[in-house]
């Protein structure tokens, strides 16, 4: 792709990487095309993912519709 973007896949999904620049810095923009959804990521909440352990990461992955943790007003 020529705008940078980096697409990743398996046989159970693809999402495409991508850097933004914002007035507060570089993000890093992470897109499910299948889903249409995404998120964006600032340095701190990159490095958060790097402290997590594989039982974090599962629990993600087990739970695709929605948060692992709900919003406040959601309780």
Do not use: C, H, W, Y
């Amino acid at each position: 792709m020529s705008d940078g973007a980096i697409t990743i896949a398996n046989e159970f999904t693809e999402v495409v990487v991508r850097r933004v620049d914002t007035r507060n810095g570089s993000r890093l923009l992470i897109s499910a095309p299948k889903s249409g959804r995404s998120i964006s990521l600032d340095a701190l909440e990159i490095e958060a993912l790097t402290r997590q352990n594989s039982r974090t990461l599962a629990a993600m992955v087990g739970n695709p519709d929605g948060p692992l943790l709900p919003d406040e007003g959601e309780r």
